[in-house]
């Protein structure tokens, strides 16, 4: 800051005068350039309202005194304090005004983080790992079989049929004459139809082969225990991550009553102030 002057009564008294006017400068004329586009002639218009604007301010400074006395005046670190000083101190009323506000909502977001986020997440690890997973999965799809399947089986055969002969046949009988029995030689000619009554099983055993394409529709039940899985490790992990926040979350300090550098008087008084009275 400037000393103070002994002489400022007489100077106050004298009139100021007034700055003269400096002459007004002629406007620069842009480069010369031919008009060859809209975006040229908008950008010279925009360069000569530019150097119109810097002229008119330069102006209104001379003008005023007033104004050339509160600004800079060529005092470069007065004004650097100045400038430093009214950050600092708007820096400071912001913090100050945060922490206060974080302060009054410390518990209550402790609260919330402990029994809300980390015990609610360790919870639910805990019964994720105890679960199952059950499903019915659909299986849809084809098998190719080819091979020489044995079939070994015995055919029942009783039934009445008749056959024809194709060729005369001579059949040996017996028939009773008089009470004697005399032997016969009887010639069936070709074309005699006979009356069989077939009783009779037959044994079957081949090899047939088997070249199929078989069609497989499936629902398969499914249950895994997740323990018995590899998400069983991942669980196990995550648990192990956040076990030190939920022992520090869990402490019992849940109030300013509870810190135990809060209950000595000449500290309270700033408990109160950044955690709120109770």
Same mark, same amino acid.
């Given at each position: 800051?400037?000393?103070?002057?002994?002489?400022?009564?007489?100077?106050?008294?004298?009139?100021?005068?007034?700055?003269?006017?400096?002459?007004?400068?002629?406007?620069?004329?842009?480069?010369?350039?031919?008009?060859?586009?809209?975006?040229?002639?908008? =950008?010279?218009?925009?360069?000569?309202?530019?150097?119109?604007? /810097?002229?008119?301010?330069?102006?209104?400074?001379?003008?005023?005194?007033?104004?050339?006395?509160?600004?800079?005046?060529?005092?470069?670190?007065?004004?650097?304090?100045?400038?430093?000083?009214?950050?600092?101190?708007?820096?400071?009323?912001?913090? =100050?005004?945060?922490? =206060?506000?974080?302060?009054?909502?410390?518990?209550?977001?402790?609260?919330?983080?402990?029994? @809300?986020?980390?015990? @609610?997440?360790?919870?639910?690890?805990?019964?994720?790992?105890?679960?199952?997973?059950?499903?019915?999965?659909?299986?849809?799809?084809?098998?190719?079989?080819?091979?020489?399947? +044995?079939?070994?089986?015995?055919? +029942?055969?009783?039934?009445?049929?008749?056959?024809?002969?194709?060729?005369?046949?001579?059949?040996?009988?017996?028939?009773?004459?008089? /009470? $004697?029995?005399?032997?016969?030689?009887?010639?069936?000619?070709?074309?005699?139809?006979?009356?069989?009554?077939?009783?009779?099983?037959?044994?079957? $055993?081949?090899?047939?082969?088997?070249?199929?394409?078989?069609?497989?529709?499936?629902?398969?039940?499914?249950?895994?225990?997740?323990?018995?899985?590899?998400?069983?490790? $991942? =669980?196990? @992990?995550?648990? $192990?991550?956040?076990?030190?926040?939920?022992?520090?979350? /869990?402490?019992?300090?849940?109030?300013?009553?509870?810190?135990?550098?809060?209950?000595?008087?000449?500290? /309270?008084?700033?408990?109160?102030?950044?955690?709120?009275?109770?």
């Amino acid at each position: 800051m400037d000393s103070p002057n002994p002489n400022a009564t007489e100077t106050e008294a004298k009139p100021r005068v007034e700055p003269e006017a400096e002459p007004h400068e002629e406007l620069p004329s842009p480069p010369e350039a031919e008009p060859t586009s809209y975006v040229n002639e908008k =950008i010279r218009k925009a360069y000569e309202r530019l150097i119109l604007w /810097g002229q008119n301010a330069r102006e209104s400074y001379n003008r005023s005194p007033r104004l050339q006395k509160v600004s800079y005046q060529g005092k470069f670190l007065p004004a650097f304090w100045t400038v430093a000083a009214i950050f600092s101190l708007l820096v400071n009323i912001v913090l =100050i005004a945060f922490i =206060i506000s974080f302060g009054r909502n410390f518990f209550a977001l402790k609260a919330l983080v402990a029994d @809300g986020l980390v015990n @609610g997440l360790s919870e639910n690890l805990a019964l994720m790992d105890k679960a199952h997973i059950v499903a019915t999965i659909p299986v849809q799809t084809t098998v190719q079989l080819q091979d020489d399947l +044995p079939v070994v089986f015995d055919v +029942p055969l009783k039934e009445d049929t008749q056959v024809t002969l194709s060729r005369a046949t001579v059949v040996d009988a017996t028939t009773y004459i008089n /009470g $004697s029995l005399v032997p016969l030689n009887v010639t069936l000619p070709a074309g005699t139809p006979m009356q069989l009554n077939l009783d009779m099983t037959i044994p079957v $055993s081949q090899s047939v082969p088997v070249d199929l394409t078989v069609p497989v529709s499936l629902l398969v039940p499914i249950d895994l225990a997740v323990d018995q899985t590899d998400l069983h490790q $991942s =669980i196990v @992990g995550l648990q $192990s991550a956040i076990e030190p926040y939920q022992t520090v979350l /869990g402490s019992s300090f849940n109030t300013a009553d509870d810190i135990s550098m809060c209950k000595p008087w000449w500290s /309270g008084w700033l408990c109160d102030i950044f955690f709120g009275k109770p």
